[in-house]
Structure formats: structure tokens, C-alpha cells
């Protein structure tokens, strides 16, 4: 029998999943739509609002319909955690919780996710999200 409870998370994959997160944001509050992209994996998959979508190719993802969903105002987002829920050589599946900020500082909200972070051919990526953020 196969134990694949990843008990013991694989250092190096939790590291190059980390440092996709942290490209993700730097992307995102730069609205650099194709530096985003870049952060992915395609078919990309995201459950939010009842609503399961998928962008097909990188120039799908575009920043102006994040900015449509991101709520009034704004400015920026920030994570607030980022725990492993389990790390394979190749994937990791991640709690994370970020906020969104308006320019004054002031919270639009924050947000609950599973992010799950692959190995595709050599490149680590972000394959899929469920999310409560809208």
C-alpha cells in the first residue's frame, strides 16, 4: 500500500510554492496582467461564489477582471497567512488567507482560500483556487 499522507512535507517544493505566492501578489499590486498569467498554470480553475470558472490560456486572466471583482477602491492585497496543508514533490496544497486594501489602508475585506501549486513540466505554478473572496 501506497502512503501518499505527505506527512512529512517536501521542503523544496513547499519553497518553490511559496515563492510563486509571493510572485502571485507582487504581480497582482503591480496589475501586471501578463506577470500574473505567469504565475499560473493553464487551464486554470478557481470555485468562487457558487461559481466554478476556468481560464483556458494566459491571456484569458486578464487584470481588469480582477479589478472588477476586488471591490471598491482597490489599492492593493496582502496575504495574511500561508500554511501547507500537505507537500509532495511536485504539488502543494496550501490554506491561505489574504486581504484586499483600499489606498487609505483601510480593509475591503479578507479572505479565505485553498490554493493547490504544481510542478508542470519543470514550472511551478498555480493550478487551481476555491475561494470565498468574490
Known amino acids: 500500500m501506497e502512503d501518499a499522507s505527505q506527512d512529512k512535507p517536501d521542503e523544496a517544493a513547499v519553497a518553490a510554492a511559496m515563492m510563486v ?3 502571485f501578489m507582487l504581480a497582482l ?3 501586471d496582467g501578463a506577470a500574473l498569467a505567469a504565475t499560473m498554470h493553464f487551464p486554470h480553475h478557481r470555485l468562487a461564489g457558487g461559481r466554478w470558472q476556468v481560464w483556458q490560456r494566459p491571456e484569458d486572466y486578464t487584470i481588469e477582471a480582477f479589478l472588477a ?3 471598491e477602491g482597490w489599492a492593493r492585497s496582502a496575504w495574511d497567512f500561508r500554511r501547507v496543508v500537505a507537500a509532495g514533490a511536485a504539488k502543494v496544497h496550501l490554506d491561505v488567507q489574504f486581504a ?3 489606498a ?3 480593509v ?3 479572505f479565505r482560500s485553498l490554493w493547490i501549486v504544481a510542478c508542470l513540466d519543470g514550472i511551478w505554478g498555480v493550478q487551481g ?3 470565498f473572496a468574490g
Open 21 to 23: 505566492l509571493d510572485r
Open 29 to 31: 499590486n503591480a496589475r
Open 69 to 71: 471583482r476586488a471591490g
Open 100 to 102: 484586499r486594501y483600499r
Open 104 to 106: 487609505d489602508g483601510s
Open 108 to 110: 475591503i475585506g479578507r
Open 129 to 131: 483556487r476555491s475561494s
